[in-house]
């Protein structure tokens, strides 16, 4: 019956109100389903007893029986550890606890018999067991044990109440037999069959009592299935409603755009510009509220496209806006966009940070009155104090440099209507990623560079290289160029990072005595920053040293070298964003990984894989493979995507199949009102977790 699933696991056997209150603090499990979900991390061979005499190195985990024969502190008070002398027939091995000592101390008796469990390691020729798991031998562990044994993720404080792997085990195991135990499929059977899934309640018994390795693949598949199929369900039942709920302004005017497009384009559109474009135009003429992520890699052209769509909601008399995540990025945009606008008469404005007091005062009235067409900004934009006469579209740079917060509280700056949304971003997103996180937000791709563009030619130097580096960055001087000399951002240490920087400037400073150098790093005011911008981008100064804060946008298209100093301190999708502030003129760029001789396998990976391509996709399922989803969007959205068993990066099959059916059952049924859709319905209510990364209006 369902209701025994719903049962507080306090009511089960040998639980109890304390025990169950710690399960709820610790685990988060409250009912007996939380409990069937809780789902063991590994599986441990217990079919086997190893012999001391047999051990070997790095020989992963063991079972021994055997007896204690001497217990004893090593140590300072302070760092006292308890070690036990561990023996079988055949030999002698350390048993070893650095935490929760006083409670071992007390639990272990010597002439005991005992089972452990663990990971042996060979230290001055002898074996030692950290923190093994120890259980005196009774009728019931003596024989050999399963072949996969579940182990759950406990807690110190849950172990010191005995509640441990065992424990939690033994609970699961109690729950399955219990004569209520009932799980009701929600899946269709022929849905089942089709796509080879077992039943639900199989699926719950072997994940956690599997009796072979193909039943523990077919219990995973089918859970991972479940948990993306809701995913998707709700993903997809959100986008409706959003649709629903918030009507879009319909834009249908666009004489600005044709004029711009006459009098004013600085080049001509790429294809893939110019088919963007139409894809935004058709959304805003739709009646919907767009939410549209436009995604590009680095130098493509995303700035100009918005400005383009920006005009739209202008030419039907609406205002827009443009968040950048950093002031000089904020501050290029504006002068980009203020130079075409005036040519269309139109007002703009900046808002940042730094704005002083009294100008900042005048553009926020001016935005209030309806004065303004444009506003750019960063965070400051979102401050309450900014209102808009009548908001139209907001433009979102680098969008995965904000909070979905920070997002949402922007597009809820208009009074009357929500305004039409574009997010860009120049990391593009793999597919898998994207379907899962954006699954109700449109993407449109560019996916071409403007004409002329030769890839950039990367080439990794160590440190012993420097001449030979230094050598190139002169002939390029010579030739009119300029170069980025970048050093990482070390955010354990910004005093350390501080010392690189300037180190670097001064050793630079003693090559390049003749030339007059930029510096650009992040505890600089902002004046001091646009002041070194703007020499930098006049090409009055040919280097700039600086730390990541030119990262994301900048633009100056004279610069052809990249240098990357420790290179293998940057994330992927950091060293791509970097690279991409060359190569955006006609000239062949370079971009120049410097590195210390020694490198971790995944540094040397990210580093071999910069060398190899320049495509941002294939660089970010690189990253998404070395990496893993969570981090690949930076620490404002990790744990957006904690899926329990799924994993994106492996399991896009099953992710696309879960999205098909999800967009099948939403279409015929999208209140999921029909009597075979019940059970659904009832699961994806009931659903706890919020589906935060959906929450994107
Ligand atoms: P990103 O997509 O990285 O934001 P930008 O919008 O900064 O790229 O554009 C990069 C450079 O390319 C800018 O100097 C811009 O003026 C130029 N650009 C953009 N579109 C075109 C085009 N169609 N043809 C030539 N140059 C272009
Ligand atoms: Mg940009």
Redesign the pocket.
């Known amino acids: 019956m369902a209701s025994f699933l719903q049962t507080k696991i306090e009511f089960l056997k040998g639980v109890g109100p304390v025990k169950a209150k710690l399960l709820e603090e610790e685990l988060l499990i409250v009912t007996v389903e939380d409990l069937l979900n809780y789902f063991p991390f590994r599986y441990e061979n217990r079919s086997h007893f190893s012999q001391i005499k047999d051990l070997e190195d790095n020989d992963g985990y063991v079972q021994i029986k055997g007896v204690i024969v001497g217990i004893g502190l090593k140590g300072e008070s302070k760092k006292q550890r308890l070690s036990a002398q561990f023996a079988d027939q055949t030999g002698e091995i350390e048993l070893l606890w650095f935490k929760g000592v006083n409670w071992m101390i007390k639990k272990l008796k010597a002439g005991v018999p005992y089972v452990v469990y663990g990971k042996p390691v060979l230290f001055n020729g002898k074996f030692s067991i950290s923190h093994p798991e120890i259980e005196i031998i009774t009728p019931g562990n003596e024989q050999k044990g399963d072949d996969y044994l579940p182990v759950y993720p406990t807690t110190e404080k849950l172990k010191r109440r005995y509640i441990d792997s065992k424990a939690l085990s033994k609970l699961v195991k109690s729950v399955l037999q219990h004569p209520s135990y009932r799980v009701d499929e929600i899946v269709d059977s022929h849905i089942l069959q089709n796509n080879r899934l077992i039943g639900y309640q199989s699926a719950l018994s072997w994940i956690h009592f599997p009796h072979s390795q193909d039943q523990l693949q077919q219990a995973l598949l089918r859970l991972k299935f479940n948990e993306l199929f809701f995913i998707q369900l709700k993903i997809f039942q959100e986008k409706v409603e959003r649709q629903e709920k918030h009507r879009g302004i319909v834009f249908k005017k666009s004489h600005l755009v044709n004029e711009f497009y006459t009098k004013h384009k ?5 294809d893939a ?1 110019k088919r963007v474009v139409k894809e935004i135009y058709t959304d805003l003429q739709s009646g919907y509220q767009m939410n549209r992520l436009m995604q ?1 890699d ?7 496209t918005a400005f383009i769509c920006m005009l739209i909601a202008i030419s039907n008399g609406y205002q827009t806006s443009i968040m950048a995540p950093t002031e000089i990025l904020a501050t290029q945009h504006y002068h980009g966009l203020a130079e075409f606008s005036e040519k269309l008469g139109l007002k703009t404005a900046l808002i940042t940070g730094s704005t002083k007091k009294s100008l900042k005062k005048k553009n926020l009235d001016a935005l209030k009155n309806g004065e303004l067409d444009i506003i750019v900004g960063t965070h400051a934009l979102i401050e309450d104090n900014v209102e808009f006469q009548n908001l139209g579209l907001v433009v979102i740079d680098e969008q995965h440099r904000f909070g979905v917060a920070q997002r949402a509280k922007l597009w809820q700056k208009s009074q009357h209507h929500y305004p039409h949304v574009l997010v860009m971003t ?1 990391t593009p997103i793999p597919r898998t990623l994207a379907m899962t996180l954006y699954g109700d937000l449109e993407i449109s791709t ?1 996916d071409q560079l ?2 002329g563009r030769k890839p950039i030619k990367t080439t990794q130097l160590t440190d012993a290289n420097r001449s030979k580096l230094f050598g190139f960055i002169r002939r390029q001087i010579e030739e009119g160029r300029q170069v980025y000399i970048v050093y990482p951002l070390i955010e354990e240490s910004e005093t350390l990072a501080y010392k690189d920087l300037m180190d670097g400037y001064e050793s630079i400073s003693r090559a390049f005595p003749h030339e007059a150098i930029s510096i650009l790093h992040g505890k600089m005011k902002a004046a001091d920053k646009e002041y070194e911008m703007k020499r930098f981008l006049k090409c009055e100064t040919k280097i700039m040293v600086a730390t990541t804060v030119i990262e994301v ?1 900048v ?1 100056v ?1 004279n610069a052809s070298v990249m240098v990357i100093e420790n290179a293998e301190r940057f994330g992927l999708s950091q060293l791509h964003q970097l690279r ?1 502030r060359v190569g ?1 003129g006609a000239d062949q760029s370079y971009c120049i990984l410097m590195s210390g001789p020694k490198l971790s396998k995944e540094a040397r990976e990210r580093i071999k894989c910069m060398v190899e391509t320049t495509d941002g996709f294939k660089i970010a399922e690189k990253d998404l493979e070395i990496r893993g989803p969570g981090d690949l969007l930076g620490t404002q959205q990790s744990g957006l995507l904690d899926l329990k068993i799924a994993d994106i990066t492996q399991d896009s099959h099953i992710l696309k199949l879960t999205r098909e059916l999800a967009r099948q059952i939403l279409a015929s049924d999208p209140e999921l009102s029909s009597t075979e859709h019940s059970l659904i319905k009832k699961q994806l209510f009931s659903q706890k977790r919020h589906l935060l990364w959906s929450n994107i209006s």
């Open positions: 600085p080049f001509e559109l790429t510009q590009g680095v130098g493509s052209g995303k700035t100009i120049a560019i403007p004409q946008g633009n298209p991409g955006r």
